[in-house]
Nanobody, 115 residues
Framework: QVQLVESGGGLVQAGGSLRLSCVGS????????MGWYRQAPGKQRELVAS???????TTADSVKGRFTISRDNAKNTVYLQMNSLKPEDTAVYYC?????????WGQGTQVTVSS
């Protein structure tokens, strides 16, 4: 069984920064993909950024240059550094782990950016 626990969300003013963390526990193997998705009210869940075990990243165009994903494989942890936040970044942010063809999701953490 795999569990993912996110932290670091909150309320911030536009232009501010937040750092999200996601810690995985349980049967976690190497060669996985960890990433962040977000879902705003009334919208579909969308990819924010992901990183494979070897370091290759994928980042959504809407956050390029502002958000940075990183991971600590020894700690089964993935981070999302979010700078220059905008009101349109407001959403619930979810951590996702993909390994062996299975997807695991965290419970989500709310990020609210005020204008």
């Amino acid at each position: 069984q795999v569990q993912l626990v996110e932290s670091g969300g909150g309320l911030v003013q536009a232009g501010g920064s937040l750092r999200l963390s996601c810690v995985g526990s349980g049967m976690i193997f190497s060669l996985n993909v960890m990433g962040w998705y977000r879902q705003a009210p009334g919208k579909q869940r969308e990819l924010v950024a992901s990183m494979v075990y070897g370091g290759k990243t994928t980042t959504a165009d809407s956050v390029k240059g502002r958000f940075t994903i990183s991971r600590d494989n020894a700690k089964n942890t993935v981070y999302l550094q979010m700078n220059s936040l905008k009101p349109e970044d407001t959403a619930v942010y979810y951590c996702r782990l993909n390994q062996g063809g299975f997807d695991y999701w965290g419970q989500g953490t709310q990020v609210t950016v005020s204008s």
